[in-house]
Structures are given as C-alpha cells and as structure tokens.
C-alpha cells in the first residue's frame, strides 16, 4: 500500500499482543509464580512436617527404651541387691530350704517379679538341669550378674508355673498386611531374665534367678505410655500407643481393636516385620496399625543369645496430624483464592490502563494505512505516559494530515499543469503531425505532378498524331467520309476526351501554373470534369454519385 506518496510494506503478522504480554505480566506472578512458591513451600512444610513427627516419635521411642533398659536394670539390681543382703546370706546358712523358699516368695512379691529362685548343685530350686543352658545363669555361675530378655518355651514357663504358661498364651488374631501363619496362637513367653551369683554355704557357686513374665503385662506397657504420652502432649483426637511384641504378636499393647478390647495376639505389617526383625533396623514412619494409621517407631529387641525376637513400638495416630495439614492447606489455598480474587481485578485494571490506550493507537495507525487520515486515539486527558505518547501521536497525526492536504494540493496543481502542457503538447503534436502529413503529400503530389507532366507530354504526341491522321483520313475520303461519320465522331470526342483529361492531368500536377487564373464557371460543368478523373475508383468501390444540379449561377473559380 501506499502512504503519502511512498510505498509501506505491510507489518508482519504478531503472534503475540501487547495485550497477552500485558497480562501475561499481571497475572503471572498471582496465578503462576505465587501458586508455584506455595507448592514449593507447602511441599517443604509438609516434609519438615513430616520430619517433625517423625522426629518426635524417635524420641517418643528412646523414653521408652530407656524405661524399657531401667526395668531389666532394676531387676538385676533387686536380684542382686537380695542375693547379697544380710537376711538373705543368714536364712542360706542355716541350711533350711524351706526358710529359703518363704524368704523368696516374700521378695518375689515385694519386688514384683513373677518367679524368683535358686539355683545350686545340690538341687535347690526347680528345674536345675534344664536352667544351666541360659547365658543369664552361666554368667552367674561364672560370677557375673547379668539381665537380658529371654523367650521362654510354654514347657518353661509351666516347669516354673503353670501359671505363668497359661498366661503367656495369646490367641492369634487374623490381621491386615501380616505374614500369612499357620499358627492359631503364641503360647511362648518373653521374660525379664535376670541372674546373680550366690556362694552356697557347701562352697559351690550358686544363683539367684528371677524374672518378670511381659506378656499381657499390662501395668508395665501402660507405665511406658503414660510416660511417654503425658497428657496434653497430643492434639486433641490423637492417641498415644505403645507394645510390646514376641517376635511380631502383640504380647502387651494399650492398642485397641474395638471398645475396651486390646490388640492382644494381632501381628505387625509384613513390611515392618521385615525391616526390623528380619533386617535389624528401627523403623521410623507411618505404618498400619492394626485398623488405622500410625505415626510409629519400632526398634527390635535381643535376647541374651544376640538373636532378635521381638520388638517395642511406640507411636500415636496420623489422623488428627493429616487433618491438621489437610486443614492449614485450605486456609493456605484459600488465603490464596482471596487474595487472588482481591489482587487479579486490580492487576488486570492496571494492565487494562496500559494496553488499551495501546490498543486504540494501533486502530488508529491502521485506520490511517488504510486512508483515514483523520482517525485519532481521542486520549486528551494526560494521566501517564503512555497517554502523553497518544497525545503526542495525536499532534503528529494533525501534522500529518496538513501536510497531506498541502501536498495533495501541489499534487492537482502539478496534475493541471501537466495536463495543460499535456493538451498542449498533444496539440502541437497533432498539428506537427498534420503539416508531416501535408509535407508528405505534397511531395507525393510533387512527384506525381512530375510524373504526370511526362505521362501527359507523351500522350499529347500520340493524341496530335490521331487527331491529325483523322484529318488526314476525312480529306483522302472525302464525300465517303460519311459512310464512318459515327465512328470517326466518336474517335473525335474520345480524343477530345485525353486532351481533356491530359488537361486535368497536367492543371492538378502543376496547380500553381494555373493558379492566378480564375474566371466564372458553371457548377455542374467543373463536377463534369472531375468525375472522368475519379470514376475508376467509383467504379471500383461500387458508389454511385447522385447528382442534383440546381445552380443558376456561375462562380468564380479557378478551375484547378
């Protein structure tokens, strides 16, 4: 296209607008880098979270091994303390079993142990041949105390009392994510095992042997979890647990199945059974407790063999935790939605303040590509810059728009001239053409006024021999002459006729040595004279000339 006289190549096409830049720019930080930052943070938080619970139940889990540690310490040292008393050394002298044997009940009871007795080669105390094998009473016998937990066989604990064999067994109740078994119930025991050496007044080593029975020892394992879970210590709706397992039964637990029913005889998950009993690591996660999830922490425990057999847990629910997040996320996004729907209007007005004075300069810049030189933005009123650049465009529009009515008018005062001169020059032209064309024909005419000259010469000398050989003829026949008086008539006015013609001939090839000589004729004869010259050329072009001879006049003409 063209614009004020010079030619402008169209803009190539945009991809995009300053509009979508505009908004691009306004919205990007609310809706894209602010939800992202948020993500970011939340996705922290929620591992710092994460790492916090997990932090608090790994040192829920150490208050209760060292609780757990104090119980077999203090057993050994009870033991111990007994095997070396007064009381105890001087009812041993005496050589009396029986007052041996009430002295050990009475303790058993005042130290709460679930079987206390002595072991000596002369077969005091139960079971003596079967007792030895224990690392507890060989480190006795050695002359070491020494405390540790031992699994006890059903057979065990019923040679001790059948009490105690009847209180270890636990039916098995089926549970979700356990290892698949075939047993239906754990009758072992996990004992607090401790002994401590005693000299027997025959002078042979002796030990005192004692132990606590942990299964549904509930007094023990609600000890740990009211430590370890003191009140207010969790948000309201969590609960605190602890258990005790043999190998991965619940053996003692606070955890219920349903009312007031304990998880007595449920199983651990497979995955925690595997990372702890089998590979001998704490676990410190989330895990599935027997109907619900737990934040938990297990650590596995050994018996006086080294061998793992079990373990303690720790933990409390995740619910009240995961809702607690579920519910800051909501206040976070919903924090966000508000400020969001506060912000973008904004935002948006301000970017509509920027791209739509933009937007109305572009219309008007294409308006004026287009023709409209008096298209305007119309944006008067001065309130940033972007307004001062419309104005401003305004102003040079204004410029423009003169200026294009000044050159327009040179441009159709030029235009006037030029077709002048044009009008001119065609005239000049046409009339230069005319006189070519007249120079043309009169050269022509010159020559053929030459030609003709010498045609007529030549045939004047033929024509004045016939004409005068017909005289010639008319005197040598004499009164015969009558018999060819039509024939030699008619020879007589065709030669008449060439000299007429030749005459024609001879005044139309050199008119200028006829051209002062003018006398009156009548019309039709001087008609008569110029049809011979043409008549061939009617003849030939079939035109048929229709003459009406009217004249009364005769006009002074010159002939040629």
């Excluded at 793992?308 to 997040?325: C, D, H, I, N, S």
């Excluded at 940033?384 to 465009?393: G, P």
């Excluded at 050199?510 to 039709?524: D, F, L, M, T």
Aim: aromatic letters at 6%; charged letters at 25%.
């Amino acid at each position: 296209m063209k614009l004020f006289g010079r030619s402008v190549s169209p803009r190539p096409k945009r991809t995009r607008s300053v509009r979508f830049k505009l908004l691009a720019i306004a919205l990007l930080p609310t809706l894209v880098i602010l939800p992202l930052l948020l993500g970011v943070m939340m996705v922290r938080w929620n591992a710092k979270f994460d790492a916090l619970l997990t932090s608090k139940v790994s040192g829920d889990l150490t208050i209760a091994h060292q609780y757990f540690s104090h119980i077999l310490d203090n057993t050994g040292e009870q033991i111990q303390s007994l095997g070396q008393s007064v009381a105890f050394r001087t009812v041993l002298m005496s050589g009396n079993p029986d007052a041996v044997n009430d002295l050990l009940v009475s303790h058993q009871e005042d130290l709460g142990l679930d079987f206390l007795y002595l072991i000596d080669g002369d077969n005091i105390g139960p079971d003596t041949d079967t007792d030895v094998h224990w690392p507890v009473i060989a480190s006795a016998f050695a002359g070491r105390a020494s405390t540790s937990i031992d699994i006890f066989s059903n057979a065990d604990l019923a040679a001790i009392s059948p009490d105690l064999a009847a209180r270890a067994k636990l039916d098995l109740v089926e549970t979700p994510n356990a290892v698949p078994t075939t047993r239906n119930a754990e009758t072992r025991g996990m004992v607090v095992h401790s002994a401590s050496h005693v000299s027997l007044p025959s002078g042979r080593d002796g030990a005192l042997v004692g132990g606590i029975l942990l299964n549904q020892n509930l007094g023990f394992i609600d000890t740990i979890n009211d430590l370890v879970y003191r009140q207010s210590s969790l948000p309201e709706g969590s609960q605190g647990t602890a258990t005790l397992f043999l190998d991965d039964v619940r053996v003692s637990t606070n955890v219920r199945l349903f009312a007031e029913r304990r998880a007595l005889g449920t199983r651990v998950s497979s995955i925690v059974r595997k990372t702890v009993l089998e590979d001998g690591k704490v676990w410190l996660d989330r895990a599935f407790v027997v109907n619900d999830w737990y934040i938990s922490a297990y650590e596995p425990i050994k018996d006086s063999f080294g061998k793992r057999v079990g373990m303690l847990y720790v933990g409390f629910l995740e619910a009240p935790f995961a809702q607690t997040k579920y519910e800051s996320l909501l206040i976070i996004i919903g924090a966000f939605l508000f400020v969001a729907a506060l912000s973008v209007p904004i935002f948006l007005r301000w970017a509509r303040g920027i791209f739509k004075p933009l937007e109305r300069m572009t219309n008007t810049i294409n308006r004026v590509e287009s023709g409209d030189f008096s298209a305007r933005t119309g944006l008067n009123q001065v309130q940033d810059e972007i307004s001062l650049v419309a104005e401003h465009l305004d102003d040079l529009l204004d410029q423009v728009q003169e200026r294009d009515k000044r050159l327009r008018a040179w441009n159709d005062q030029l235009n006037a001239r030029v077709d002048a001169r044009t009008s001119e020059l065609r005239e000049a032209n046409r009339q230069l053409e005319s006189t070519t064309k007249q120079l043309i024909m009169s050269e022509k005419l010159a020559a053929i006024g030459e030609i003709t000259a010498g045609v007529a010469h030549e045939i004047n000398n033929p024509v004045a021999v016939l004409q005068g050989n017909l005289d010639v003829l008319r005197d040598l026949l004499g009164e015969h002459a009558r018999i060819a008086d039509t024939e030699l008539r008619l020879i007589d006015e065709q030669v008449n006729r060439i000299n007429l013609i030749v005459t024609k001939l001879l005044q139309f090839a050199k008119p200028e040595e006829y051209a002062g000589y003018v006398e009156r004729h009548i019309v039709g004869e001087v008609i008569d004279d110029c049809l011979p010259l043409v008549q061939h050329l009617l003849s030939k072009a079939d035109i048929e000339v229709a003459r009406q001879s009217t004249a009364a006049r005769l006009v002074l003409m010159n002939r040629t």
